[in-house]
């Protein structure tokens, strides 16, 4: 399998979607938008079929991350994500 991502052979997560046979390292997944789920039921997705949070708030100006405390910027984007409980904490994807 070649990897959608870095382009080299040996990539052993395949995309979930059943219409998609792209396939990527684990490694490359972040630099090229792909998503893995760590939780049952343990999905991956190519860039072009990745869940997006569904967020109808930004962050406000100044939102720092808890974890690293660096500002998230004041959008959604793929390297942000807001917590689905409160709704207003906002994280960098590499924190958690």
């Known amino acids: 399998q070649r990897c959608c991502v870095c382009g080299q052979t040996?990539?052993?997560i395949t995309c979930?979607?059943?219409?998609?046979d792209l396939g990527f390292?684990?490694?490359?997944?972040k630099e090229g938008g792909c998503v893995t789920?760590?939780?049952?039921?343990?999905?991956a997705f190519?860039?072009?079929?990745?869940?997006?949070?569904?967020?109808e708030a930004t962050p406000e100006p100044d939102t720092k991350c808890p974890i690293c405390m660096e500002p998230v910027?004041?959008?959604k984007t793929y390297s942000t994500m807001?917590?689905?409980?409160?709704?207003?904490?906002?994280?960098h994807r590499d924190c958690i």
């Open 25 to 29: 390292h684990l490694p490359c997944a």
């Open 46 to 55: 190519c860039p072009a079929h990745s869940p997006e949070q569904a967020v």
């Open 82 to 91: 807001v917590c689905p409980a409160c709704k207003t904490t906002w994280f």
């Open 73 to 75: 910027g004041d959008r």
């Open 37 to 43: 789920q760590f939780i049952p039921p343990y999905r």
């Open 10 to 12: 040996g990539a052993t």
């Open 16 to 20: 979930c979607d059943t219409d998609c």
